[in-house]
């Protein structure tokens, strides 16, 4: 079966250093993956989605970044953090191709607090 | 730009009773429309998807309606239980294999006992 793994679960971080998110994907193949960022009652925003290796869509221009060395492996970053960008961080897979409902499997998030 | 939206008021029923979540959407044609739920400090599960070409679908104690010409769908869980207490997304999508899904903010149901 498929797992998603995502970490770490909980951070604080001070006002520009730097951020590191990663998330791992098993049980499947050439999946897409994504990120989304979720503020205190706000909506999920999509901030960077990928279909493959080495190949990163930015949904929202911003002071981060997404990489996606391995098929399955997806790492939101940041050089230098700003207040605004705390929030809850999901990311996402989806199937490719074959899926009926074309449905997201979620993480269980990451929760980032900028002082 | 599209827009999708759900009720931001929370939505409070009694146990047992039908709750009816609506997402409305603007400037969007999309050929399938999500759900989910989303637990506190969790990340979002899904539930049914449901067709342009489909009125209505149905899962146990939940029902999705799509009216392409009303751009809206309903989400109705009946004899609903406070284990349905959550927040509730809408997720419509484009067909086709490039799929960028875009949620509404959800709406929270508070099922009291």
């Known amino acids: 079966s498929q797992t998603i793994h995502q970490w770490p679960a909980t951070l604080v971080q001070p006002v520009g250093s730097p951020l590191s998110l990663e998330c791992t994907v098993e049980g499947t193949s050439n999946p897409n993956l994504y990120w989304y960022r979720q503020a205190a009652g706000r909506g999920l925003q999509l901030l960077f989605y990928s279909v493959g290796i080495g190949q990163i869509s930015s949904e929202v221009p911003q002071n981060l970044s997404a990489s996606r060395p391995q098929d399955r492996q997806f790492i939101l970053s940041s050089k230098k953090l700003l207040l605004s960008d705390s929030g809850f961080y999901l990311c996402?897979?989806?199937?490719?191709?074959?899926?009926?409902?074309?449905?997201?499997?979620f993480g269980e998030g990451s929760r980032l607090t900028v002082l | 730009s599209q827009k999708i939206e759900q009720n931001s008021e929370a939505l409070n029923i009694q146990e047992g009773k039908t709750a009816t979540l609506t997402c409305n959407y603007t400037?969007?044609?999309?050929?399938?429309l999500q759900w989910y739920r989303q637990d506190p400090g969790r990340g979002p599960v899904f539930l049914l998807l449901i067709r342009e070409n489909e009125k209505e679908k149905r899962k146990e104690r939940l029902k999705v309606t799509f009216d392409t010409t009303l751009k809206q769908s309903l989400f109705h869980i009946t004899a609903s239980q406070p284990a349905d207490s959550a927040t509730y997304l809408c997720?419509?999508?484009?067909?086709?294999?490039?799929?960028?899904?875009?949620f509404g903010r959800g709406t929270s149901l508070i099922v009291h006992p």
């Open positions: 400037n969007y044609s999309p050929a399938y």
């Open positions: 996402a897979w989806s199937r490719t191709s074959g899926s009926l409902t074309g449905e997201l499997f």
């Open positions: 997720a419509p999508r484009g067909s086709g294999g490039s799929y960028i899904p875009t």
